[in-house]
């Protein structure tokens, strides 16, 4: 290529495989801001370029427009058209080879010290799902789900897709789902609300998370249960706030003891009807302490209603919510576990007071929420497909705990102790005798069991007495438990 | 009803409608929440209650087993069945008549300090939609959105559901749209990145809510475009940033002035392509001063590029990704215009070495998006309808804007001057006279037009010499420009 430092000689073997306005532009800029052409530097008129390239007069015009929109060329009256003399020193010292990455990493910017807490995340961020193994806890039975059903309904619904709906935006979400949802938590939960208390969000994590930023501040205390869920303790983290954790026996988690060690906590996460990972249940004296916690220290409790569907004796425990007089509850949920996981919809119920605060938040941090989904999931509901799925699942998760207590019972019950909630897609088994629990691990892993330790789940295990381990069994046919179950009796040396 | 302290006669007559152990279950909790029954009350026993009552005996012990489980009832060999003896005293402070409005107000908790800063928003929560009016700024033509192409797609897709699609979930977004995203930008828009670097977000408000909170600290300065974008400013308030409002004028932000007077911010807002809403192009020289401060003050660039599709002469910018060095630029776009705003889907380039940070932040303060959705766009674009779609809008749009350009410059030349950068949804034009702006757009408003002032999208607008109007097209046809140039016309006195 022709190097002249006042003028621009065009690469004209450059144009035999890309001839057109787009060649010509790119090499062009390529030219200006490796400094081969210098500022100020003339540029021939675009009829003898043309001439000299033999294209069209008009290809060559528009590649000039386009470098003058940019400002890399200056096109006078009389004076011609030249290299933008405005061009300031930076674009000179983008001559030269690239620079090295350790140079590149120098100026480079880095993460706040916010930012460090925030990219902290128990959860995996893209599962590799094919090789997971049995007894993988909190699986619902996916195979089970109506995918039919499902399509016909998301069939439908695209097909009613009106001009207004593709712009119909509410940022509690949609006003069908939030009605469907209020009056299904009225009736199956007992949970007192209206659909304007109702907000449609992308999952429970995302209530929390906009929780924590709406109702707390930087440096604010939190209980934790613990074992709890993992994703409490990090979203709390991930908004500033520190976590507490706090024992959970088998009444939940000890609130008098959070009260006497941490008083001053601006919120409580607690999963009072399936505690995540034990599945016992809050009691009712632990409940009203709660409840009166918050109100005297005007705190909130955040109640994830995790698992409440599954409950094979008895029904769902009412939640906290509906004795909540304060005001101080936010009740979340989400349809991750009770039809599937890829859907993302959850929900938090909020106090009356609150509910258009955290629609602002909502709006302000993510907007709203995706229309069809919402029109889909509503229609499932209406029509009863959403009650019907789960008494069918309810049914057969039950058989499935049942089939496997019993085996676990008799085969495996010199070294697990079955923990007897007939909650939750999960079995909470103790390790009855002083086994090393790495090692179990390292071996079930080894035969293809996706089991997990229950001090995964905990802060400060080391304070406690025994591990456990949790059987994920919903998503397991029976003759599946039986061949899983072999292997972990195997793997107990049982 | 009866009211004995020391045992339960139960309120026969209410059964007369409601039958059943939910009945039952729902009065005795009542009378013990409302004091009615103390702690340590004699239940009878369920075949004295089942008799007295005329129901099945099951109906009774379903009931009592359920309060059992609550805590409410305490059922021991040989004592019978009593009310819980450890209610604690919170159970009776229950009893007697609700409180007050005042009184409950006066124990629930409240915003935090930034939660009242979050709950700011310049997004209406519920926008009503059927009350628009003509010249909507912002608004895509969504009447041409192929409807049943889309629903066809999403259809095919649905069925295509697989066990493993109900649960696949990657906090950066699928694998085939991210590909399809990072295809798209290389080749239309000159964006260097692989599909690693993708994250696809809800919106990209979403997307600057994630850089805010990984990449500042409270208390940061960000500049801003003025006028600009009011969704920067407010996302910038709700993670803590003290925007910066740097003054735009026809070369774009000016960057050389708000390094003089915020030299210390740590990340700028610009949308360089398509000024949001002023529709300039941010000049080069401006670009590459831009990029250097970043460098020298390792400072971030969050590139919104914002409706860079629609360019109506030309083609549209490379983006400041494509100049970046140092790793700095966040290049930001959305679907929601292009396609419709309903659809909420967006997403983030990321620098190589950002990107996990980015997925993690995802993950725990949302988890990941919706599946169905993304392999519906995911075909969309790789079947070539999307670049038909912005294609054919592109053409639409030009001439819509041609042929208000033309009425404007014809009937209201002496009002109005109009700012001729032929790019995006909406026309600028500058008032000529001393008008008075209130009173017009008051005007405007009881016509039917839903105009904006361009102070609407400044924080600094008393600074200017005059205030112009937004005037939005794209949604609009031929015939119904025509009638509201006619009412604009009618509104300023032409």
Same mark, same amino acid.
Request: proline share 6%; with cysteine.
């Given at each position: 290529m022709?190097?002249?430092?006042?003028?621009?000689?065009?690469?004209?073997?450059?144009?035999?495989?890309?001839?057109?306005s787009?060649?010509?532009?790119?090499?062009?800029?390529?030219?200006?801001?490796?400094?081969?052409l210098?500022?100020?530097?003339r540029?021939?008129?675009?009829?003898?370029?043309?001439?000299?390239?033999?294209?069209?007069?008009?290809?060559?015009?528009?590649?000039?427009?386009?470098l003058?929109?940019?400002?890399?060329l200056?096109?006078?009256p009389?004076?011609?058209?030249r290299?933008?003399?405005?061009?300031?020193?930076?674009?000179?010292?983008?001559?030269?080879?690239?620079?090295?990455?350790?140079?590149?990493?120098?100026?480079?910017?880095?993460?706040?010290?916010?930012?460090?807490?925030?990219?902290?995340?128990?959860?995996?961020?893209?599962p590799?799902?094919?090789?997971?193994?049995?007894?993988r806890?909190?699986m619902?039975?996916?195979?089970?789900?109506?995918?039919?059903?499902?399509?016909?309904?998301?069939?439908?619904?695209?097909?009613?897709?009106?001009?207004?709906?593709?712009?119909?935006?509410?940022?509690?979400g949609?006003?069908?789902?939030?009605?469907?949802?209020?009056?299904?938590?009225?009736?199956?939960?007992?949970?007192?609300?209206?659909?304007?208390?109702v907000?449609?969000?992308?999952?429970?994590?995302?209530?929390?998370?906009?929780?924590?930023?709406?109702?707390?501040?930087?440096?604010?205390?939190?209980?934790?249960?613990?074992?709890?869920?993992?994703?409490?303790?990090?979203? &709390?983290? !991930?908004?500033?706030i @520190?976590?507490?954790? #706090? $024992? =959970?026996?088998?009444?939940?988690?000890?609130? *008098?003891?959070?009260?006497?060690?941490?008083?001053?906590?601006?919120?409580?996460?607690?999963?009072p009807?399936?505690?995540?990972?034990l599945?016992?249940?809050?009691?009712l004296?632990?409940?009203?302490?709660?409840?009166?916690?918050?109100?005297?220290?005007?705190?909130?409790i955040?109640?994830d209603?995790?698992?409440?569907?599954?409950?094979?004796?008895?029904?769902?425990?009412?939640?906290?919510?509906?004795?909540?007089?304060?005001?101080?509850?936010?009740?979340?949920?989400?349809?991750?576990?009770?039809? &599937?996981? !890829?859907?993302?919809? @959850?929900?938090?119920? #909020? $106090? =009356?007071?609150?509910?258009?605060?955290?629609? *602002?938040?909502?709006?302000?941090?993510?907007?709203?929420?995706?229309?069809?989904?919402?029109l889909?999931?509503?229609?499932?509901m209406?029509?009863?497909?959403?009650?019907?799925?789960?008494?069918?699942?309810?049914?057969?998760?039950?058989?499935?705990?049942?089939?496997?207590?019993?085996?676990?019972?008799?085969?495996?019950?010199?070294?697990?102790?079955?923990?007897?909630?007939?909650?939750?897609?999960?079995?909470?088994?103790w390790?009855?005798?002083?086994?090393?629990?790495?090692?179990?691990?390292?071996?079930?892993?080894?035969?293809?069991? @996706?089991?997990?330790?229950?001090?995964?789940?905990?802060?400060?295990?080391?304070?406690?007495q025994?591990?456990?381990?949790?059987?994920?069994?919903?998503?397991?046919?029976?003759?599946?438990?039986?061949?899983?179950v072999?292997?972990?009796?195997?793997?107990?040396?049982?």
């Amino acid at each position: 290529m022709a190097r002249l430092p006042s003028s621009y000689e065009p690469p004209v073997h450059a144009f035999g495989n890309r001839l057109g306005s787009n060649g010509l532009y790119g090499d062009l800029r390529a030219a200006i801001l490796t400094g081969r052409l210098r500022p100020g530097a003339r540029i021939p008129s675009s009829r003898e370029l043309a001439g000299k390239l033999g294209v069209a007069r008009g290809t060559v015009v528009a590649a000039f427009e386009q470098l003058a929109a940019e400002g890399y060329l200056d096109a006078r009256p009389g004076s011609g058209t030249r290299v933008s003399a405005v061009l300031p020193d930076t674009l000179l010292s983008r001559v030269g080879p690239a620079r090295s990455r350790a140079e590149a990493a120098h100026s480079t910017p880095a993460l706040s010290a916010r930012g460090r807490q925030l990219a902290r995340t128990p959860f995996p961020i893209a599962p590799a799902l094919t090789h997971v193994g049995a007894f993988r806890p909190h699986m619902p039975a996916l195979q089970e789900f109506p995918i039919k059903l499902w399509a016909t309904i998301v069939s439908k619904q695209a097909r009613s897709l009106t001009t207004q709906s593709l712009v119909d935006g509410d940022a509690r979400g949609h006003a069908l789902l939030r009605c469907a949802i209020a009056e299904y938590l009225g009736s199956a939960r007992g949970v007192r609300c209206t659909e304007a208390q109702v907000l449609v969000l992308a999952s429970v994590q995302q209530g929390l998370d906009l929780a924590t930023r709406l109702l707390l501040d930087e440096g604010d205390l939190a209980w934790c249960e613990d074992p709890g869920y993992a994703g409490a303790v990090a979203g &709390f983290r !991930a908004a500033g706030i @520190a976590p507490c954790p #706090i $024992p =959970v026996d088998e009444y939940g988690m000890d609130v *008098a003891w959070a009260e006497r060690r941490h008083p001053t906590a601006r919120m409580a996460y607690v999963t009072p009807a399936h505690q995540a990972p034990l599945g016992v249940s809050l009691s009712l004296p632990r409940r009203l302490t709660l409840l009166d916690w918050a109100r005297r220290r005007k705190a909130w409790i955040f109640e994830d209603d995790y698992d409440s569907e599954y409950r094979y004796s008895g029904k769902p425990l009412p939640p906290l919510q509906s004795l909540d007089e304060n005001d101080c509850v936010l009740y979340a949920g989400c349809f991750s576990k009770t039809l &599937f996981p !890829a859907l993302r919809i @959850a929900y938090l119920v #909020i $106090p =009356v007071g609150f509910a258009d605060a955290f629609a *602002a938040a909502r709006s302000v941090t993510s907007r709203y929420p995706p229309v069809l989904d919402q029109l889909v999931l509503a229609e499932f509901m209406r029509e009863g497909h959403y009650a019907r799925h789960l008494r069918r699942m309810r049914q057969l998760y039950a058989e499935r705990r049942s089939l496997l207590v019993k085996l676990v019972n008799q085969r495996l019950a010199n070294k697990l102790e079955v923990m007897n909630n007939a909650t939750g897609l999960n079995l909470v088994c103790w390790l009855t005798q002083g086994l090393s629990q790495d090692a179990l691990l390292e071996r079930c892993k080894s035969s293809g069991l @996706a089991v997990h330790a229950l001090s995964r789940y905990s802060a400060e295990w080391k304070r406690r007495q025994r591990d456990g381990l949790v059987l994920g069994f919903a998503s397991m046919t029976a003759p599946a438990i039986r061949i899983a179950v072999g292997k972990l009796a195997g793997a107990l040396d049982c």
